[in-house]
T-cell receptor
Framework: DTAVSQTPKYLVTQMGNDKSIKCEQN?????MYWYKQDSKKFLKIMFS???????INETVPNRFSPKSPDKAHLNLHINSLELGDSAVYFC?????????FGSGTRLTVV | GQQLNQSPQSMFIQEGEDVSMNCTSS?????WLWYKQDPGEGPVLLIA?????ELTSNGRLTAQFGITRKDSFLNISASIPSDVGIYFC?????????????FGKGTKLSVKP
C-alpha cells in the first residue's frame, strides 16, 4: 500500500484550462500539504490542511485552491492555468516527525 | 521569510569517497531533517534530528543537529552509485502555522563508478 498517493503522475494541458490533482494518505496523519518544486528543484510549500481547516496559505495565486473532503484526502484544483504553473507538485502528510511525500505530479502547461 | 542555505549546490565524486553537505539558517528550528530525492520520485526521509547537539547515524549516513539549532550537516561514507540523487535539508518548527517544513535548495550528488 502506498502511504501517500497522488494522481495523475503526469498532466499536460493547455493554458486557460482548469485541472485537479488528487492526493490520498493512509497514514492517519492529521495534516496534509502541497508543495511545488520548480525547475531548479526548489521545494516551496503552498498549502497545509489540518482536520479540514486551512492553516497555511503561502502567497500562492488564488487560482490554486485546496479541497479536503476528509482527513485522508487533500486535492489541489487549479483554475485558468498559466505557463508558469508548469512544475512538479508534491502532496505530503505528516505531523511532528517529518513528512511523507507522494511521488509527484508533473504538470506541463502548453 | 525563513531561509535555509544548503551547500554545496552539487558534487561530483568517485565511488568510495566520503561526502559532506551542510545547511545553515538565520532562524532556530526544533527539528532538522535530511531527505533524498531520486529522479521522478518524491523526497524520502533519511534522518531526523530532534535535539541540539544530537548525532544520528543511519547505515553509511551520519547527521548532526548543530548546538545553536541553526545548522546541520550530513555525511555519507564510502559512497556507492545508488547514492546519486538530490539531498535536501529541512527545518521544522512546531506549533500552529509554523509546523511546516522549510527546505534547503538541495545538493545534487553524482557518483562516478
Amino acid at each position: 500500500d502506498t502511504a501517500v498517493s497522488q494522481t495523475p503522475k503526469y498532466l499536460v494541458t493547455q493554458m486557460g484550462n482548469d485541472k485537479s490533482i488528487k492526493c490520498e494518505q493512509n497514514l492517519g496523519h492529521d495534516t496534509m500539504y502541497w508543495y511545488k518544486q520548480d525547475s531548479k528543484k526548489f521545494l516551496k510549500i503552498m498549502f497545509s490542511y489540518n482536520n479540514k481547516e486551512l492553516i497555511i496559505n503561502e502567497t500562492v495565486p488564488n487560482r490554486f485552491s485546496p479541497k479536503s473532503p476528509d482527513k485522508a484526502h487533500l486535492n489541489l484544483h487549479i483554475n485558468s492555468l498559466e505557463l508558469g504553473d508548469s512544475a512538479v507538485y508534491f502532496c505530503a502528510s505528516g505531523q511532528s516527525l517529518g513528512y511523507t511525500f507522494g511521488s509527484g505530479t508533473r504538470l506541463t502547461v502548453v | 521569510g525563513q531561509q535555509l542555505n544548503q551547500s554545496p549546490q552539487s558534487m561530483f565524486i568517485q565511488e568510495g569517497e566520503d561526502v559532506s553537505m551542510n545547511c545553515t539558517s538565520s532562524s532556530i528550528f526544533n527539528t532538522w531533517l535530511w531527505y533524498k530525492q531520486d529522479p521522478g520520485e518524491g523526497p524520502v526521509l533519511l534522518i531526523a534530528l530532534y535535539k541540539a547537539g544530537e548525532l544520528t547515524s543511519n547505515g553509511r549516513l551520519t547527521a548532526q543537529f548543530g548546538i545553536t539549532r541553526k545548522d546541520s550537516f550530513l555525511n555519507i561514507s564510502a559512497s556507492i552509485p545508488s547514492d546519486v540523487g538530490i539531498y535536501f535539508c529541512a527545518g521544522q518548527l512546531y506549533g500552529g502555522s509554523q509546523g511546516n517544513l522549510i527546505f534547503g535548495k538541495g545538493t545534487k550528488l553524482s557518483v562516478k563508478p
